[in-house]
């Protein structure tokens, strides 16, 4: 069936340094890529997306890219802070609008 | 304005027993989804309204998980009899018409079965 691989599952940088979050799909017809973040005991919360007519999106500190020949994506972090520690997942759109989710990944900020 | 609330934040049943689990969406919002996380592992899918009506329940695990949405309003997901694997989050989310991917989600129900 269809599905998202992400990683790393952990991933820890020093304040200031950047992050980079990667995820495979498996489904070729997907063509939205939605971010979401999530801090411990808080509902998961869009922070950016990208459609497969897209290579890259940005917002302030955080982008995206995609490679659609590759079926993979990336959520890039620049001059990470305190507030970015949380989970952070990665979701491809199946072609009947469920999203097919990542493992998640830990991001923690050191000091 | 008002985000997905879900409610009960907790609930702690034993096996057997039955739960229900209410969502209330953005107001406004067409599309209500389900999705729950068990173990640690990936948030899964569980089905989709559209309205008052199921659009995709294909991800729904058996029949023990019903779910309603009345009006067309807020949701119910009613699990009975509960089992110790369906101890987990259960994760609401609503998007409006036309923006069917962009899901706005709620906090989340945690569910442990006993």
């Known amino acids: 069936g269809e599905n998202v691989e992400q990683h790393p599952s952990t991933l820890s940088v020093q304040e200031g340094d950047s992050a980079v979050i990667k995820c495979t799909y498996s489904d070729s017809a997907s063509n939205y890529f939605p971010w979401y973040k999530q801090e411990l005991g808080k509902r998961p919360q869009l922070i950016i997306d990208?459609?497969?007519n897209v290579g890259e999106k940005k917002d302030q500190r955080i982008a995206v890219t995609l490679n659609k020949t590759a079926k993979h994506f990336s959520l890039h972090i620049t001059e990470t802070q305190p507030e970015d520690s949380a989970v952070y997942f990665c979701a491809a759109k199946a072609s009947n609008y469920q999203l097919i989710w990542g493992a998640g990944t830990k991001l923690i900020i050191k000091p | 304005e008002a985000g997905v609330t879900q409610f009960p934040s907790h609930s702690v049943i034993e096996k057997g027993q039955t739960v229900t689990l209410r969502c209330d969406p953005i107001?406004?919002?067409?599309?209500l989804y389900w999705y729950r996380r068990v173990m640690g592992k990936e948030i899964k899918f569980l089905l989709h309204f559209v309205k008052e009506s199921k659009q995709d329940e294909s991800g729904m695990p058996n029949n023990r998980f019903l779910a309603e949405r009345t009006g067309g309003t807020y949701s119910t997901l009613k699990v009975q009899p509960a089992e110790l694997e369906d101890s987990g989050v259960y994760f609401c989310a609503s998007s409006p018409r036309g923006q069917e991917e962009t899901q706005y989600f709620g906090p989340g129900t945690r569910l442990l079965v006993l």
């Open positions: 107001s406004g919002h067409d599309n």
């Open positions: 990208i459609r497969s």
